[in-house]
């Protein structure tokens, strides 16, 4: 996406990305170097920029909610390395680079995901930590950490990631593909936005239009995702298309055609701008987020 405030905040990411990851002994320095491989090797950053964005939003300081940003950054950098082992997807590029297990072997690949997820939790918990004399903000990294832990979790992406292994190969209902996206996909954008809605305070009336926004969106990113794995250009992807189909994956197009599918998605992406509308120019960065998706498939 080419909105400044996009650039802007996926820039600040970026160069903070690496700072709140705990320090690593020299003797664990393969460990160390995996992870940052699969961290470094690019990505739209689109979980963190969304937690900034909110956090901005509710009035928030989003340097505050920085540690909380790179954490879901780890997080989703942990999954993709897993996703790719031979025993999920078995993928040999991602973000445009040969996946972590090609590089690092399998067994590192493992530890590498491990070591992220827990450094996310090492990171926020240690924010946390310097919010023990104020009470509101300590409540607030609480409530951002429980939602990112539930949204990563066995409630929200493993969930999904799990369903998704398991209806490989035979023909899901709709039912259990919209259960599929909106956990594996949705759960980790929702819980971004949510945290950094909590980070910045926000009461209860935006948290709420702030989650159906974000809902919107995370169901709407894995059907352009699909979309995609059809219809995009490896090299734009940095990953190989035509994955889905060679797998038997239950996915939008499969299911439903492509036309319904980008119908859908325009749908998806019009209900997600409509909960903006009412913010006018504050609520522009995240219509236009929105808007950015649906035209990425077309
Ligand atoms: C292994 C617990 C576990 C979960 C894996 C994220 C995930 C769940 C699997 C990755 C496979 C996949 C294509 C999932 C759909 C979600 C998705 C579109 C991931 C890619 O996210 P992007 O496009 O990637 O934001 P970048 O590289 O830009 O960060």
Do not use: W
Request: hydrophobic share 40%.
């Amino acid at each position: 996406m080419n909105h400044p405030e996009y650039i802007r905040l996926k820039g600040l990411v970026n160069e903070h990305l690496l700072d709140f990851l705990p320090e690593i002994d020299n003797k664990s320095i393969t460990l160390y170097d995996s992870m940052k491989y699969s961290l470094t090797a690019g990505g739209k950053r689109l979980r963190p920029v969304l937690l900034l964005a909110a956090c901005n939003f509710c009035g928030g300081d989003e340097r505050r909610a920085l540690p909380y940003a790179c954490a879901v950054e780890y997080i989703h950098t942990y999954s993709l390395i897993h996703d790719d082992l031979p025993a999920m997807d078995n993928d040999d590029l991602r973000r445009g680079k040969p996946t972590n297990h090609k590089v690092y072997g399998e067994a590192i690949a493992l530890l590498a995901g491990d070591g992220l997820l827990s450094s996310a939790f090492e990171a926020m918990t240690k924010d946390m930590f310097l919010c023990f004399d104020d009470p509101a903000q300590l409540k607030q990294s609480t409530r951002a950490i429980h939602e990112i832990a539930k949204g990563s979790g066995c409630r929200g992406m493993v969930a999904g990631q799990c369903a998704d292994l398991e209806t490989e190969n035979r023909q899901c209902s709709r039912e259990m593909l919209d259960y599929i996206h909106i956990n594996k996909t949705g759960s980790l954008i929702i819980s971004s936005v949510r945290a950094g809605a909590y980070l910045g305070s926000a009461d209860i009336n935006t948290l709420e239009e702030l989650s159906n926004y974000a809902e919107y969106l995370g169901l709407a990113f894995q059907i352009a995702d699909d979309l995609l794995d059809v219809y995009g250009q490896e090299d734009v992807m940095g990953k190989r298309a035509g994955v889905d189909l060679e797998r038997h994956k239950n996915t939008y197009p499969a299911l439903y055609g492509a036309e319904a599918s980008q119908a859908r998605l325009r749908e998806l992406t019009a209900a997600a701008v409509r909960v903006m509308e009412p913010y006018e120019e504050r609520g522009s960065f995240f219509a236009a987020l929105a808007a950015s998706l649906a035209e990425r498939t077309e």
